[in-house]
């Protein structure tokens, strides 16, 4: 990058600012021609006199010219040019000419305005897109020492004043500049005096504000490194804030913040008082100005030297000049800012080993594969300061071998593997994969036929699938087709991307390298997503990622379809009694004991917020409903019924009772505002309560499920008027509130509903032993029959993960970065430690599946247990950064060997 601001700005927007000086030098001579309006409509519009120049001869002899006043004779052409007016015509064209050049300025104004707007942001976009960038071209070993937040707050908040200035950088100075110089230029055409005066202060400004902006720019420099350190602390907080609360550290990290708010306060504070002085120094001598007319100018108009409407020009000129010098020494003070700004970013994002761009974007010209041999040779590694991390480093292994890395830590196993991988580059030797020498290689080689996973992968904030299948997106390999508004949307995407110097693909184009995954279309990668979920043993879950996942059944037809096939074959399962019993089926005329009163009512799944269940007695149209079918006070009845009940049994109970569990509706939180009520009102006094304390009584019932709760409440009068108002519901549910509810369907697919709730229809029983367990199996067991088990996995593929797969559990996210590595079959897989934080089990699981997986193609594992190696092809024995030993397993595990002592040490 550019080491200097300027030198950025033209390398990349010269044209641009031609365009902006031109507009702004177009500008000066209408400035010009106002002042000289201002002063013909004064004098020869208004006065009716002009000026004429005149020989005078003085006492001496001399001859000098002098201006002398003329009285016009009315009727006159406006500038000699054109037909003749009379004085108060005259005039009029005068003021129509002074509004027709204050238009044209103002639109002068506007273009340049508009087109700097367009500049700045297309810069600022392009240093955004050039960090960005760089932060791809990071050694790995930077990240350790440059914190996330101090990346993320130059990006985003530092660079953002750059992108206003490159706007402004050449043409504000050339525009303001050339008022200023109109004015004085005015000013010494009516009186060199006049101009004197107005300009006499000016040298002492020139020479105090730079002294002073020096001072506010040292303290700028100072600003921005402590709040980037703020930055750091903030990602710090929240990446640490489980051991924070732990700790009981809160007070500790709350003070180490205050500390530093402390020092930028104390830093902004020095930049206030010092910009407020140099904003005083400036209002001061600005407004000595018309003190200086006033006095100098008002002496030569009462001497006759001056004319009025020169005056009158002048001061106006002089007002002119006060905006644009005002607007210099703004510029001087944000150049001076965007100058630092740009430096510090600068010299923050060119660290020693920065990768080539070419190393990121050059695409080879045949595609690549590794055969023959990995050759290491004399490769070695040292850390920033020197010490030794890898020690000539040397072997030579097959291509189609299993290697195991064995080694403790210190001994380098790990930076090994990252070398190979080319995560990290070795400062002396190279690794060859067969005749390709790795550090030679692009990305688009060793991203490819490389994958790399360690204990620790980072699971990106995407869908479940979309973490699968990264390492196939390499570039778009099919474009999109637009037609009309969304093509020209696509057309200026691309051109404004490109006068950015950003890429200009297409995110909506097809992305995946389906040839890399061994298949042709999206059918066959998804089978070949859940094919390596099962070499990792991740499968499971994403079905039941599946079961909860929902689905548009427009759009998957397919897969509602499906469903639906299920459901009926269950029915016909159901058809068993000791089956029946496990599912309560909905009936639409039939009261569902194993729901909720709230669930009966509506009979469908709401869609939004607008019938909340947990707030349905708060719906306005639902009191409509109640109230048509004679509920209302039945339901506040069964409301306190229920509440004396609740008070009844749990008053005296600890708030972790299992009994809250299984009474779920109310809390221990609710029991003091149910005990208030049933103090202050009797039964036979509930309609003299409160509107609020009769919706809370209301809301309980609706929460009530007769099977789970028994407690009597809903009785069959209940039920028969529960589906009156179902239909009632239904039958009048207004126009604007059809969408929030979806109506179960016996024949169609819910789409409100996810997959599970579609297969039952339903309500697991309650009461039923391992009831859940048995459906489930049943369900399965129905699904394997109609092959659609994978097809539900598919839509597993669609569960959003979270930040950083913050909804997946740890061995969840391991699995699924190992799935994402098996899938692209890449022709080296590389580990280190990647099983180490799963179960026993799991981990034979997948060491058996990746074995199988990768026959006859190679895998190199940093194995966190020596014991591992055994099934493996080679082993390469580290200790202190150099290989010890290297061999089969068989011969290192002999008695005396390196291996030996270190499956002893485990086994101890």
């Known amino acids: 990058m550019e080491r200097n601001v300027f030198s950025f700005i033209l390398k990349y927007s010269y044209r641009q600012q031609i365009v902006l000086v031109l507009l702004a030098v177009v500008n000066m001579p209408f400035t010009m021609l106002g002042y000289t309006l201002v002063e013909k409509i004064v004098n020869e519009g208004i006065q009716g006199f002009r000026k004429v120049p005149e020989q005078v001869t003085q006492a001496d002899g001399s001859v000098i010219e002098k201006s002398v006043k003329t009285s016009i004779e009315f009727p006159e052409a406006v500038f000699d040019i054109g037909p003749e007016f009379d004085q108060v015509i005259f005039l009029f064209v005068l003021v129509g000419l002074f509004l027709l050049n204050i238009l044209l300025l103002q639109g002068i104004k506007y273009a340049l305005n508009v087109y700097r707007g367009v500049t700045a942001e297309r810069m600022l976009r392009r240093l955004r897109y050039a960090l ?200 001087y003070q944000r150049q001076a800012d965007a100058r630092i700004k740009y430096e510090q970013v600068v010299e923050q994002f060119a660290p020693a080993g920065l990768f080539e761009e070419e190393r990121l974007m050059s695409e080879p010209e045949s595609p690549v594969r590794f055969e023959g041999e990995i050759k290491a040779s004399g490769v070695t590694l040292t850390d920033d300061q020197n010490n030794s991390i890898l020690d000539s480093i040397s072997f030579t292994l097959g291509l189609d071998q299993r290697v195991a890395l064995v080694g403790g830590g210190g001994s380098g196993r790990d930076e090994l593997a990252e070398v190979m991988a080319r995560l990290l580059d070795p400062d002396r030797g190279t690794v060859n994969y067969g005749e390709h020498v790795l550090q030679n290689l692009p990305e688009a080689v060793t991203g490819r036929r490389i994958s790399f996973v360690d204990n620790a992968p980072f699971i990106f904030n995407l869908t479940l699938g979309d973490n699968l299948f990264y390492g196939l997106k390499h570039r778009p390999l099919k474009e999109a087709t637009y037609e009309g508004d969304r093509k020209k949307e696509r057309d200026s995407y691309i051109t404004e991307a490109l006068a950015s110097g950003n890429l200009e693909y297409d995110l909506g184009a097809d992305w995946i390298d389906y040839g890399a995954a061994g298949v042709e279309d999206s059918v066959g990668l998804r089978r070949a997503g859940i094919d390596a979920l099962k070499v990792v043993g991740l499968d499971e879950d994403v079905y039941q990622f599946g079961l909860r996942g929902r689905i548009d059944p427009e759009k998957r037809s397919d897969i509602a379809e499906g469903v639906l096939k299920v459901r009926r074959a269950l029915d016909e399962r159901l058809s068993d009694p000791s089956l029946a019993v496990l599912i309560e089926r909905f009936d639409p005329a039939a009261y569902n004991s194993n729901a909720s009163l709230a669930e009966n009512l509506l009979f469908g799944t709401p869609v939004g917020d607008t019938f909340d269940l947990d707030h349905l007695a708060e719906h306005p149209f639902i009191l409509e409903v109640l109230e048509k079918v004679g509920m209302t006070e039945q339901m506040v009845s069964m409301g306190y019924q229920a509440a004396a009940t609740m008070v009844e049994l749990f008053s005296d109970l600890p708030p972790d009772h299992e009994l809250f569990q299984q009474f779920s509706f109310v809390s221990s939180d609710d029991l003091p505002e149910l005990q208030g009520l049933l103090a202050q009102y009797t039964k036979d006094q509930l309609a003299t309560m409160k509107p609020g304390e009769r919706l809370t009584l209301m809301s309980l019932p609706f929460k009530l499920v007769q099977a789970r709760h028994r407690l009597g409440i809903i009785d069959d009068d209940v039920k028969v008027k529960v589906l009156e108002a179902r239909k009632a519901f239904a039958d009048n549910l207004p126009e604007d509130l059809t969408g929030s509810v979806a109506f179960f369907d016996p024949d169609h697919y819910n789409a409100a509903a996810n997959i599970q709730d579609n297969i039952l229809f339903g309500k697991i029983a309650y009461g039923q032993a391992q009831a859940q367990e048995r459906v489930g199996s049943l369900m399965r067991e129905v699904m394997a029959e109609l092959g659609i088990i994978e097809t539900v996995s598919e839509v597993g593929l669609e569960f959003e993960v979270g930040i950083g797969g913050s909804r997946l559990t740890g061995a969840q996210r391991q699995k699924l970065a190992l799935a994402r590595a098996v899938v692209k079959r890449p022709d080296v897989l590389i580990l280190t430690e990647a099983t180490a934080a799963l179960d026993t089990s799991s981990q034979a699981r997948i060491l058996d599946g990746l074995l199988t997986d990768f026959e006859g193609r190679s895998i190199i594992w940093g194995v966190h247990r020596p014991a591992m190696a055994e099934r493996f092809d080679h082993v390469l024995v580290m200790k202190g950064g150099r290989i010890v030993e290297s061999g089969s397993f068989e011969e290192l595990s002999k008695e005396g060997t390196a291996l030996s002592q270190l499956i002893a040490a485990e086994a101890a």
């Open 132 to 331: 960005f960038q760089r932060i791809l071209r990071f050694p790995k070993p930077t990240f350790k020492k440059t914190s996330q937040g101090e990346v993320i707050s130059m990006v985003t908040g530092e660079v953002e004043p750059l992108g206003g200035f490159v706007g402004e950088c050449f043409s504000l100075p050339v525009m303001q500049g050339g008022i200023m110089l109109m004015s004085l230029g005015y000013m010494l055409i009516a009186d060199w005096k006049l101009a004197l005066a107005a300009v006499a202060l000016y040298p002492l400004q020139f020479y105090i504000i730079p002294k002073l902006q020096k001072r506010v720019n040292l303290l700028g420099k100072e600003r921005v490194k402590r709040v980037r350190k703020l930055s750091e602390k903030i990602g710090e907080t929240v990446t640490g804030i489980g051991e924070i609360h732990s700790h009981d550290t809160s007070n500790l990290e709350l003070s180490t913040f205050s500390e530093r708010l402390n020092g930028i306060y104390y830093i902004r504070l020095q930049i206030y008082i010092w910009k407020f002085i140099i904003k005083f120094v400036n209002n001061f001598i600005q407004q000595l100005g018309p003190v200086m007319f006033y006095s100098i100018g008002g002496y030569l108009v009462i001497k006759g030297e001056l004319d009025l409407g020169t005056l009158f020009a002048a001061i106006s000129a002089h007002k002119e000049i006060g905006a644009p010098w005002k607007e210099l020494l703004g510029y």
